[in-house]
Each structure stands twice: as structure tokens, then as C-alpha cells.
T-cell receptor
Framework: GDSVTQMEGPVTLSEEAFLTINCTYT??????LFWYVQYPGEGLQLLLK?????DKGSNKGFEATYRKETTSFHLEKGSVQVSDSAVYFC?????????FGAGTRLTVKP | KAGVTQTPRYLIKTRGQQVTLSCSPI?????VSWYQQTPGQGLQFLFE???????NKGNFPGRFSGRQFSNSRSEMNVSTLELGDSALYLC???????????FGDGTRLSIL
């Protein structure tokens, strides 16, 4: 079945560092791909999405490109801030089936 | 536009009891999904309701059940609670399918 694998955390970075959180997926067809973010004490919020190959989703300085050839959707940000500290989830949706990765906890230190 | 509202935010129960959690979706959203989030298992899909019908179901025992009302509000019920049911239960709504989903802040259920 479909699945999502994302890099294990926790990830700790200094403010203004470059961020990459790896995400790869397994799917039978052509899923939509998502990154969600969960801040402490809150539910998940959609951060960005991409619906077809080579699409780039972007929001709040975060970017991810749908790479069909490598079945990947890595999350990147050029300069992280303390306020980016949260848990990040990669997810896919195909045929009314939604799968989430295990989540990666990011801590940004000033 | 009001977001997804889950009540209560926190709940403490003892083993063997049953519990009902409530979720009010964003106005106009007809799909409501439920997830269980634990440190060990991560985010696991419980079930999805659309127009009062269960459309998708995850791999959870029959103690976990749900329903959806004509106004799209949904409830989730867990019977004969076990210690392992302690978790954050998240509800998400969307217009018609499973994407994009808008999540509530969750109900944190603790079993003593």
C-alpha cells in the first residue's frame, strides 16, 4: 500500500541555518503530496502541497518539489527562525486514502 | 470563518469507561476524518465520514466508532477504554475529499 517515510528527528538548528527534511513516498499511482506543521498544543496545519510531478509548493519561505523520478518531496527553507520550531509531517493522498509520515521535530535555537 | 472545533480539549477517564469526542467542521465542509496521535505510533487514521456515511476506515478495533450528523458535525466514541488509548485525537475536515484537510486542535485523552 501507499506509505510515506520521512527523516527521523529531532533536528536542531541555529537560527538562520538552512533546513532540509527528507521525505520519500511509495504509491501505486499519482498522489498529491503535502507538508503539514504542528505547533505545540495545536492540531496540524497545511504548510504546502503539490499535486503533480515537478510542481513546487511554497509557503512562508518553505519549499518542496514533487520529484516523481526519485519519489521524493523534501522540505527546504533557506533561513529558519525560532518560530519555525514545530513538528513537520509529510503526507500523501491518493484515491481518498491519506497517509502521514511519522513526523520530524525541528528545534531552532537563537 | 471559524475553524474546526473539537470538544472537550482535555479528558481524563479510567479503564473500562467509554468516551465520546465531538468535532464541528468548518462550515460547508462535508468530510470529517479522525486520527489518533501517540508518541510511539505517530499519526494514525481512524475513519472518515462523508454525508453521514463512513467512507474510509483505518485499522482500529471495533471499540472505536463514529458517526456524522446531517449538519456534518461528527462524534467519535471509544468503549471499554484501555491504557493504550491515551492519545491526542485529531479531527480534520475538508470540502468533499481528503484534501486539503483542516485540523482541529485535538482532544487529549488520558486513561488512568
Amino acid at each position: 500500500g501507499d506509505s510515506v517515510t520521512q527523516m527521523e528527528g529531532p533536528v536542531t538548528l541555529s537560527e538562520e541555518a538552512f533546513l532540509t527534511i527528507n521525505c520519500t513516498y511509495t504509491a501505486t499511482g499519482y498522489p498529491s503530496l503535502f507538508w503539514y506543521v504542528q505547533y505545540p498544543g495545536e492540531g496540524l496545519q497545511l504548510l504546502l502541497k503539490a499535486t503533480k510531478a515537478d510542481d513546487k509548493g511554497s509557503n512562508k519561505g518553505f519549499e518542496a518539489t514533487y520529484r516523481k523520478e526519485t519519489t521524493s518531496f523534501h522540505l527546504e527553507k533557506g533561513s529558519v527562525q525560532v518560530s519555525d520550531s514545530a513538528v513537520y509531517f509529510c503526507a500523501l493522498s491518493e484515491s481518498d486514502d491519506m497517509r502521514f509520515g511519522a513526523g520530524t521535530r525541528l528545534t531552532v535555537k537563537p | 470563518k471559524a475553524g474546526v472545533t473539537q470538544t472537550p480539549r482535555y479528558l481524563i477517564k479510567t479503564r473500562g469507561q467509554q468516551v465520546t469526542l465531538s468535532c464541528s467542521p468548518i462550515s460547508g465542509h462535508r468530510s470529517v476524518s479522525w486520527y489518533q496521535q501517540t508518541p510511539g505510533q505517530g499519526l494514525q487514521f481512524l475513519f472518515e465520514y462523508f454525508s453521514e456515511t463512513q467512507r474510509n476506515k483505518g485499522n482500529f478495533p471495533g471499540r472505536f466508532s463514529g458517526r456524522q450528523f446531517s449538519n456534518s458535525r461528527s462524534e467519535m466514541n471509544v468503549s471499554t477504554l484501555e491504557l493504550g488509548d491515551s492519545a491526542l485525537y485529531l479531527c480534520a475536515s475538508s470540502l468533499k475529499g481528503l484534501e486539503p484537510q483542516h485540523f482541529g486542535d485535538g482532544t487529549r485523552l488520558s486513561i488512568l
